[in-house]
């Protein structure tokens, strides 16, 4: 009963052939080899347009790469107030930026309010050279609370973002999820919603340690090379990288390891939801849970050797969550998350 | 009526005869001067306790540097949510730190919670690793909005941050109009009430540009010197920062000034007070006045060469202005506002 | 015939199979899984002492963490000029100190001499305050041009560094490949000799991506997590680095690796010796060689297809190439690299 | 004897009496001031082209800002190898522009030869993505070591770094110092020239603390209004600092003065030259000489209360001194330096 994370879990086996595969005689380094550009060339087929690739060993490499590239230091990046790039990577775009200012916004389990964004954002220009300078707007979909934006609701933000001369990111940590969830093309979720550039991650849904930077602006993004490099980012056996990304996005993959992970949320959100004692806090249309459960039921399943993390929030989703004698979980899927542990969450849940 | 900042004014008549006095002869550059000797010996005598002093030409100098002492670049720096640091100084805290990321907290015109504080540096203690690490807190005194801290509530802050390994910065670009209106002793105001560091503020209150940095905690500060020269801020020519700094300190002038310039504010609150068509968003305890004023007299003043800012806030500040004819607006006097010029502007309110 | 580079061949078999075989159930993530904590033991036995272990995708990734572990910003790293670190990571140590000043030593073929870097290194000690602060030195071993220090001769560098206060870092891109060559232990060749950290790598020697910053010097290293996360190089699936390194490591595999790749540079430099037209610019001890040929040979090994680096090199090594009708050329071996490549390089050489 | 630098003197009685002139009634802060707007003008007339201007308290904020202009993170300044942002300003432009890499030129006593700047151009061109990218050039006028370029020098060098893409920028720390010696305009020793940006000094020569850095190249340098702020430079009352330059180019006290201390030093030279114990290191051309005394002499001048700075210089410089009984020391003369100083230090020389 691993709920851990969906990174806690291993290599789907298509892509660990494909290392294998990958393994014979010599190759460019850096990236300069074969597989590396038929990844960029597969990438734009699935997307429909010119893409251009940074390969990463992590997302949160990817994420910060995407903050320098639009984010000068003296800039401003607006991201929900409990966003991975805010919260979770030890200011990694404050990093790569060289310092600019990640100003968050107030959402509701990941998901931002084209008003409230407006609202911010009109705030931040009036003051410049005083105020760091808007740059940027990252969203995260899925989001990190398993929420998911409809098409039509990210073009209503990127356009205030366009607006107010933003760049767009999309995190796209978990954006099979989100892709199967909602049902629409890769296109349509990211440039034609007017997403400059996306953290395409794949780590967290079956590969071993790959995801990518993709930028639909078919703008140059000069010294994004030399930014890999010198982050340390540049792994010298790329067709690793690329070879795992191929086996990926291959004979759809990723959509069907995405289906099998969001599946399996959806079974244990249904039990969550059935049973007499705990409640969800979002609707759970990814692979992960937020839930509210009774302390003694938590104890008890600890107990059992159930994983999976209490969660404490910032911003305005603790409303939700707790009486004195609840606690709030986050419970994750994976495409291996074995069938049964869910069952037996469920039955020593209803104890 | 000019009352857009206290920056806008002059200097004080005898910083500016010590200017003239300190130009005789050599003296040693780079801070080797008997003046600069002289003032950390003053600064101890003002302050009843050892003080080690770093001259800086900005107060946004003293804060950054501030920063970069106590906050590493994977550190989390708590201030509150419209203070300068955060909103005004175009990121300088995350440049000296080299990308430290700063958490907002949510005032009440700039005092911060203690509760509210807790709670937020409590969340921020239980993912390390992933979140940046708690590592600084700062307030300002008197805030950016004119309100002031008793000791106790200063005491009450630094308790949680020194219990949570934090280092404390109070931000006193105002600090005299702080002292003042509290009236209290500069050390029960800053290092007995828990303070590790002061921005010494002068440059608002009659100084030509100058302010200091200053510790209480005993700690070398190795490397700090290093960043001043790297920063660009070691002045060459140091005695004559020192020098205006001497002369504000002697014979109270500094304290003189601050009574003067909350005087005017105190006068000028009072006939907004009295006035049946202005309010004040918070109690004026030094020399800045948030109201609220009728759209059709902010128009009136403006025409009549009343010059101000409207302000715009991010915070709850938000929520105490404004209705639809009304405007909130900031008005800041100095020692040399000149008296008569709150009558007239009070005089063209009234209509 | 491709001598392009170590990192363009692929994978031992032996990690291969052991990514496969790590490939089961659920693991912590981000370092805390059984593999990783195995690993960083296996190192302490290896090295004879306590280890502090940080896994990183990429040697450039080691270099620049232990940079940001001893250097601050306002610091100063002495190292060779033609050195990896300061030539070839698009300033990666300056990024993670925070623009930190590499000091250049002037080097033959990557070996330091220790009066020029005594001389260096007092110059510098002379203006605090104004000159960046001497606080790292780091040196290449195998050198980046196939040189290798003798134990003493590192010692003798080490406690130069450390009687003027530094610490001392090994870029041991190439470890294995000197460790054989020099026939001595792992702890002789660092700690021993003085060395407080240690790039061990791997990846060049049969890894697929793996290589790890290794602590001898018994101090903790705060914040070297939290910059490894924000310099997006903590991998979630850590699981699979360690996997790699403990197969690398186990039955004496890096060392058998390491002596084939030596072996094959020792052939090929010994047959350009016995050329009649080609020299060797610096002895050959591990597998690199850097030789000076004709230019009409250089066309013709190119149209047979060889593969090579011209090198065009800052440093005094330029002296010794090259007349008007010759070409400095790099030629890189590994342990995959055809025996038989080498026959057929020297058969056209020879003409 | 005071020739230890010449910002140990003070300021010149016209910048000191606009000082106090400028200190009447409210002025826009920030730089929204009449003055400032004054001197932006007026630096137009003097160098007879648009000039864009930042203020800034110190050479060092001019120099890093420059860098910061015209250098990214993963590009590279070349500049001589013993010059002020290389060896004095702890890695201000490091920092600015958030860990770019300087690479030192050989030079002799400052001066660049273009075939060396050429050479070393050249072989960072050849491995982009992982050397960092070349951006800037840097030159001093007058040197640190006192030399001077003629206009015709300047346009070599301004030349290969234009065939090379590279932005090109002069540290004018004593520029009016360089001016006079030259005897051309302040036209045809920078924009005309080649020069892109110049950092103007002017504390050096009499002023108080305020220089300027001036862009010729008609570009717009977005952000670096943001940058002052970030870096604690922008200075509140920015009218001080404008009233400063105002009267230093007004009826040419600035070149009055340089004339005043390049004479100074001219006549200390001289003395040197005849004495039949020292020896110039380099001709003297402006208002430094740097002088090989014997060891007896530098002792008994310093008895006699003689200050000056021995000197080390890293180098090759360093072999044009100094025998056994010898040291090479540092003399700089300013406006204020006592004529009769120099008769008494030649007269104790002479022994």
Redesign the interface.
């Known amino acids: 009963m691993?709920f851990?994370?969906d990174?806690?879990?291993?290599?789907a086996e298509p892509v660990?052939a494909a290392?294998?595969d990958?393994?014979?005689?010599?190759?460019?380094?850096?990236g300069g080899d074969d597989l590396t550009r038929d990844l960029e060339v597969r990438f734009g087929e699935i997307f429909e347009c010119d893409v251009s690739m940074y390969l990463?060993?992590?997302g949160?490499?990817?994420?910060?790469?995407a903050a320098a590239a639009y984010c000068?230091?003296?800039g401003m990046l607006f991201c929900h107030d409990e966003s991975h790039i805010y919260?979770?990577?030890?200011?990694?775009s404050?990093?790569?930026?060289?310092?600019?200012?990640?100003m968050?916004i107030a959402s509701d389990g990941g998901i931002i309010d084209p008003d409230v964004f407006a609202d911010?954002v009109?705030?931040?220009m009036?003051?410049?050279?005083?105020?760091?300078?808007p740059a940027m707007f990252s969203l995260t979909q899925a989001t990190e609370f398993g929420r998911v934006y409809a098409p039509g609701q990210i073009a209503a933000l990127t356009a205030i973002a366009r607006d107010n001369g933003l760049a767009t990111h999309m995190d796209g940590a978990r954006f099979a999820n989100a892709l199967v969830s909602v049902g629409c093309s890769p296109a349509e979720m990211t440039w034609k919603a007017g997403i400059d550039a996306l953290s395409f991650g794949a780590?967290?849904n079956g590969v071993?340690?790959a995801d990518a930077l993709l930028f639909f602006d078919g703008k140059p993004h000069e010294?994004l090379?030399?930014?890999l490099?010198?982050?340390?980012?540049?792994?010298?056996?790329s067709r690793?990288?690329a070879a795992q990304l191929i086996a990926y996005l291959a004979d759809n993959l990723w959509l069907d390891l995405a289906k099998q992970a969001n599946g399996t949320a959806k079974k244990l959100a249904d039990g969550l939801s059935r049973s007499n004692c705990a409640r969800l806090v979002w609707p759970v249309s990814a692979n992960e849970i937020f839930a509210v459960l009774p302390v003694d039921r938590h104890e008890k399943l600890k107990a059992a050797g159930a994983?999976y993390h209490p969660w404490?929030?910032?911003g305005p989703s603790r409303e939700k969550a707790t009486g004195a004698d609840e606690i709030l979980v986050r419970l994750v899927t994976s495409p291996?998350t074995p069938e049964n542990s869910v069952d037996e969450f469920l039955a020593i849940l209803a104890g």
């Open positions: 691993n851990a994370s990174n806690v879990w291993g290599v660990m290392l294998r990958a393994n014979e005689g010599a190759a460019g380094a850096y990463v060993p992590t949160t490499a990817a994420n910060a790469l000068p230091p003296y919260f979770d990577e030890c200011g990694a404050e990093f790569y930026t060289g310092g600019a200012k990640l968050p911010i009109k705030i931040h009036t003051n410049p050279g005083h105020c760091s300078t780590t967290k071993m340690g010294g090379a030399s930014r490099m010198r982050g340390g980012l540049l792994m010298s056996k690793f990288l994983i404490m929030t910032a291996s």
